[in-house]
């Protein structure tokens, strides 16, 4: 569709050997702008003259040299390939960008970051609360109990409004957004499409065959596929492939914490475009997605800092798991996130496909490396600061996770980043209701916690439900009187019942009602959830910044994807970037 628009000014005399750069040549603060000018000053040839390292793919013909005489010729050049450009310079800034990986957001915004738990405030007052509830319980143990049950019961129903709320918002909504008009190809902005990736050789394959499939001018797309510097498997693979001479791959080196977002991170710094985006190893975008995103973003306000791409599977039919993984997405990405953005609530990022603008990402501090659940806690910062976050019409699918253990570990991660999130966005919460009102602190109450909170909650009242039904036991009619009884019966049952029918309409927006008769079991689905939350919990506790991974291409369908991928790299030629 599009033509590559890659400029190469080809040396004029053959390259010897590149000499050590003088460091005094050369700032980190300036990083960014020798990416995107694709030249740096590299050393010192005498007093009076300085020798330029130029990228030969994007140095344009005027940026070579003086063009016509000089009495002083300041500047000589030397020309490498796009490729080694960037290698050296990640060489050149090693210990700079490592540092600035993990540590601009704690020193941007020390109370936004998650590598403690919890705040000296929050300490204190989390004794505070333990010690009264301690003594009140010893002095008034049945009176606390049903202040506790009415409570919990009064956040169910809160719950079940909200989420019934966001749902008539939803299905009123068919299109995220309507795009500007085409723009043309030199208007495109460079999109820098970040690929992390840990132990997941197997995903390589079809994961950069689906990159190669973006439409976008070939020059626009600014590939990093962020390995870790011991993944010694995955990056044989990559080089097996030849993924070393069409995209830039920067070992990220090891340390704690060894997290997605601080890979990010430490890719990010040599971004070259304008918009950054970020896959996972086992997506496979819409192919238009990156015009679809530029489109958005050139018809914007500045406030618009990040635009999310729905997701879903494409091995929904794998198995039952998988099938009511597939509901949940449905449900979040198609109803209840478009819901928030016409409420201008605050909009928890999905982990993937969601664009950026660039200098707004590392204006705030990019993500945060000690949270696990990163992209959640982004997009609930963007809104604390003021920016906007919109959802995009496009769609990403994804492997559903169609292993029970592999599940539990991917949801129980989710979980503890959520948990995270929200302790953090506590810390200060007149900063939230300053920049988006009491609605935002609502949201982060219900929407955020609640989805950890009810999952921990729901299976204690219904073993409490049925033993009081089986036994009729005094003590537990005790603890919830009347209108307490059936007030809690109401949040339990027909809250339940509520979102039975919600896992039932989820697929209604894609056409996919055959999946619709699979909600009904989605109890039992629950049930997985709340084992997930109370491993999350403990984690949290005891190991809260540990990046549980995820296992890809187990299923069939990704199998299949892997193989059809092999077969077209070997197929393909490779071109040199």
Not at 239 to 246: I, S, V
Request: proline share 6%; charged share 20%; with cysteine.
């Amino acid at each position: 569709m599009f033509d590559n628009l890659q400029h190469e000014t080809e040396p004029t005399q053959e390259a010897s050997p590149l000499p050590q750069p003088d460091p005094d040549l050369q700032y980190f603060e300036r990083l960014r702008d020798y990416v995107r000018m694709g030249r740096v000053p590299w050393r010192r040839v005498s007093s009076w003259k300085k020798e330029d390292l130029c990228n030969r793919a994007l140095v344009q013909p005027r940026d070579v040299g003086f063009q016509g005489r000089t009495p002083f010729p300041l500047r000589a050049h030397r020309f490498v390939s796009n490729l080694d450009f960037q290698s050296m310079l990640r060489k050149r800034f090693a210990t700079e960008i490592t540092e600035a990986a993990i540590g601009d957001l704690q020193k941007i915004s020390p109370h936004l970051s998650a590598a403690k738990v919890l705040s000296t405030t929050q300490r204190i007052a989390l004794t505070g609360l333990i010690l009264a509830f301690a003594y009140a319980f010893a002095t008034a143990p049945l009176a606390t109990i049903i202040s506790l049950n009415a409570v919990i019961t009064a956040y169910f129903l809160l719950t079940i409004s909200y989420r019934a709320i966001l749902i008539i918002l939803g299905a009123k909504i068919r299109k995220a957004q309507s795009l500007t008009p085409a723009l043309k190809e030199e208007d495109y902005p460079v999109i820098t499409i970040l690929l992390p990736l840990y132990d997941d050789a197997n995903a390589l394959a079809p994961l950069t065959r689906s990159i190669d499939a973006l439409q976008y001018p070939a020059g626009k797309k600014d590939v990093k596929l962020l390995l870790e510097a011991d993944d010694d498997e995955t990056l044989a693979e990559a080089r097996r492939l030849g993924l070393h001479e069409k995209f830039d791959v920067i070992p990220v080196p090891p340390g704690a914490p060894r997290t997605k977002p601080k890979a990010c991170n430490f890719g990010v710094q040599m971004a070259r475009g304008d918009l950054v985006v970020i896959y996972d190893a086992e997506d496979h975008p819409e192919p238009d997605q990156l015009i679809k995103a530029a489109r958005m973003f050139a018809g914007a306000d500045p406030a618009l800092a990040c635009v999310q791409a729905k997701l879903n599977y494409y091995n929904r039919d794998e198995n039952w798991l998988a099938r009511l993984f597939t509901l949940e997405y449905s449900l979040w990405f198609d109803w209840l996130l478009p819901a928030l953005q016409k409420l201008r609530a605050p909009i928890p990022l999905g982990g993937t496909s969601n664009f950026f603008k660039t200098e707004t990402l590392m204006k705030i501090g990019g993500w945060d490396p000690f949270n696990v659940t990163e992209d959640a806690d982004l997009g609930l910062r963007l809104s604390q600061l003021g920016y906007r976050v919109e959802m995009l019409d496009s769609t990403t699918f994804e492997e559903a996770n169609c292993e029970i253990g592999n599940w539990i570990r991917q949801r129980s991660r989710w979980m503890k980043g959520y948990l995270q999130t929200w302790l953090i966005h506590m810390r200060r919460p007149q900063n939230i209701t300053r920049s988006t009102g009491w609605l935002g602190l609502l949201t982060i109450q219900l929407f955020i916690a609640g989805n950890v909170l009810s999952a921990l909650i729901n299976p204690i009242l219904w073993t409490i439900f049925v033993v009081w039904l089986v036994t009729q036991a005094q003590i537990i009619s005790l603890a919830f009187p009347e209108p307490l009884l059936t007030l809690n019966m109401f949040a339990l049952v027909y809250g339940n019942l509520f979102f039975i029918t919600l896992a039932v309409l989820a697929p209604f927006k894609r056409g996919w009602f055959g999946l619709s008769l699979f909600g009904l079991t989605a109890p039992f689905y629950w049930l997985l959830t709340s084992v997930a939350a109370y491993k999350a919990l403990w984690q949290l506790i005891f190991r809260p910044h540990y990046w549980e991974k995820t296992d890809h291409v187990i299923s069939e369908v990704a199998q299949q994807r892997r193989r059809e991928a092999l077969a077209y790299f070997q197929n393909a030629p490779t071109h040199s970037k």
